[in-house]
């Protein structure tokens, strides 16, 4: 068997308390209660880990840093009424980055084969400077520049398959060729960015297009055929996984048809990429049911050999 990281923390769910909002406190209990009822149980539980002010600044400005501590810490309402912050945001985005980077040490140390990151606010749509898509800070390109600068790995790959466009990681990721972010999104779709056109520095960037209404089959082989295969190209020393688990047929906010299974297949056909070191981070993932019956699934094949 693998030995696989979990990170969690009960500050997770002091951020975004907003009544109504999909991107609620309670994806995190619903993940714990499906692991629970799947008889899974970690490995190693990650240790807490706040992200500094230089694993935040690899990838984000100043300005951006300072917007989203200052609004946190006010409790001043933000501009985009999708992407709610409070007092109790800033320290569970701190540790959704600090996980992450935490995660990867533990992987890069040989103390566990693979990891997951159960924490929120997500990341994939923060850019360098712009809050956006229920995303503070970019946690997967936070540890992926970690990984480059403190890690000594030479080649990083990101494979993003929430059901919407990582636009928040092309951006800061685009032009940068030790690392190699493909995305399988719907298209179009929110947030209307990654057309397959758009390739990055010397090829890096791969945008995976789904059409609506696809299913496993299709999901399965846009990966063994388009993804996998870049990856053996690029030859990454780790492999970062933005898991949104919101491509599932019962999601509310995307026309896919995936079924909880299909994240166990999924997740079996990439853990040969860079020898199985993997980290794995939450994105999305809005109906709680899909939610923690597919995190199960991601785990139980995470821990598999």
């Known amino acids: 068997m693998a030995r696989t990281g979990f990170f969690q923390c009960e500050e997770a769910e002091r951020h975004n308390k907003q009544a109504g909002h999909p991107e609620a406190p309670a994806r995190m209990a619903a993940i714990r209660h499906a692991m629970e009822a799947a008889g899974i149980e970690p490995d190693i539980h990650v240790e807490k880990r706040r992200a500094t002010l230089d694993d935040l600044s690899r990838c984000h400005t100043q300005d951006h840093i300072g917007l989203v501590q200052r609004h946190c810490m006010s409790g001043e309402a933000f501009p985009d009424p999708d992407t709610n912050m409070g007092p109790g945001s800033w320290d569970a985005a701190l540790l ?14 040989g103390a566990c084969d693979n990891a997951f990151s159960a924490m929120r606010p997500p990341g994939h749509h923060a850019e360098r400077n712009k809050v956006m898509g229920f995303c503070l800070f970019n946690n997967v390109a936070i540890a992926a520049r970690w ?6 790995v030479k080649r990083v790959a990101i494979l993003d398959w ?8 092309q951006d800061i990721t685009y032009n940068d060729d ?19 056109a758009e390739h990055g520095k010397k090829n890096t960037n791969l945008n995976v297009c789904m059409s609506v209404d696809c299913g496993p089959d299709a999901w399965m082989a846009a990966l063994e055929e388009d993804v996998l295969p870049a990856f053996e190209n690029f030859d990454p020393d780790f492999l ?3 898991s949104g688990f919101d491509a599932h047929r019962l999601d509310p906010l995307a026309s896919q048809r995936l079924e909880s299974e299909t994240y166990k297949d999924m997740t079996r056909a990439v853990k040969k990429v860079a020898n199985g070191r993997i980290v794995s981070l939450l994105e ?17 094949e995470l821990q598999r050999d």
């Not at 929430?162 to 990681?169: L, Q």
């Not at 030790?178 to 397959?196: D, K, N, V």
């Not at 999305?284 to 139980?300: K, R, W």
């Open 284 to 300: 999305g993932g809005y109906n709680l049911q899909a939610l923690g019956e597919s995190v199960a699934y991601h785990l139980h």
């Open 147 to 152: 990984l480059r600068a403190e890690g000594g």
């Open 240 to 242: 970062l996984i933005s």
């Open 96 to 109: 959704a980055a600090g996980g992450a980077i935490e995660s990867a040490k533990l992987v890069l140390s």
């Open 178 to 196: 030790t690392i190699f972010y493909c995305s399988m999104h719907e298209y179009p779709h929110y947030p209307g960015t990654g057309h397959p």
């Open 162 to 169: 929430d059901v919407h466009h990582g636009n928040g990681t």
